[in-house]
């Protein structure tokens, strides 16, 4: 199974300090810097999303990543024509259309491919004529699942945010139908993906689904690495005050 890292949350924590500063030379955490750690951690590719508000990866967060990963950069995306328009620039190789909703404080839900169809479709033939493969975020159901594969993308990203969130019968029952639409989504040659609340305790569970392929995980990654290199961040500002 590969790893796709979401960096949306490090952009977050620069712009809690240097929205609208991005030029200062103090303007950290760099996502870029951040990307290039977890490729030589082994992951096999960097997933973010520009957000149509922009609140935290920023326009040149992507063109930066796009000259310099040496895995694969997947863009996440609403489907929106100023967005689009960006995307058929900066050329990913790899876009995952979500549904984007201004409140939310993150992705919520999956894409409505069923009621959206007409205002995907040309979308992803767009996105897939400039060499760019299409991923579609939705939730764990057939029809959904079915009419991904209708639309022609090449991959689906199953919605593991119900199942995160869940616990005991209920989560036994998100698994159950992460499962099946695994097989189904498999059954129709679609790469299956997985994303959305995936943590390392809930890991154990997620590895039992068939055929994923990749899953995007952020903000646990993140979480942990904070809470790994606290220690070593206090050490390194005690020796800077004080050697
Ligand atoms: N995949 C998609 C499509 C998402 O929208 C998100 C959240 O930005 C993720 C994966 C990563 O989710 P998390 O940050 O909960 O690991």
Do not use: W
């Amino acid at each position: 199974m590969k790893l796709g890292v979401n960096i949306d949350h490090i952009a977050t924590i620069r712009q809690a300090r240097y929205a609208g500063m991005l030029d200062s030379v103090n303007a950290e955490p760099d996502p870029v810097a951040a990307a290039a750690l977890c490729e030589r951690a082994g992951c096999h590719g960097i997933t973010a999303h520009l957000r149509a508000d922009r609140r935290h990866i920023q326009d040149r967060d992507i063109t930066r990543l796009r000259a310099s990963l040496l895995t694969k950069l997947n863009l996440e995306m609403g489907n929106t024509k100023e967005i689009l328009d960006f995307a058929l620039h900066i050329v990913p190789d790899e876009v995952c259309l979500v549904p984007e909703n201004r409140a939310e404080v993150t992705t919520e839900g999956g894409l409505d491919c069923v009621g959206q169809r007409d205002a995907l479709a040309p979308t992803i033939k767009r996105l897939q004529s400039a060499g760019i493969r299409v991923s579609l975020f939705i939730e764990p159901s057939p029809d959904q699942i079915e009419m991904a594969r209708e639309l022609g993308a090449e991959i689906i990203e199953l919605h593991t945010g119900a199942f995160a969130n869940a616990t005991g019968t209920e989560q036994k029952e998100e698994l159950t139908r992460l499962r099946s639409a695994a097989d189904f989504a498999h059954g129709l040659k679609l790469q299956v993906n997985a994303g959305h609340g995936i943590n390392y305790t809930n890991i154990a569970l997620i590895r039992t689904v068939p055929h994923l392929t990749e899953l995007n995980i952020g903000h646990s990654i993140v979480s942990h690495a904070a809470f790994s290199g606290l220690g070593e961040a206090v050490r390194g500002m005690l020796a800077a005050m004080n050697d």
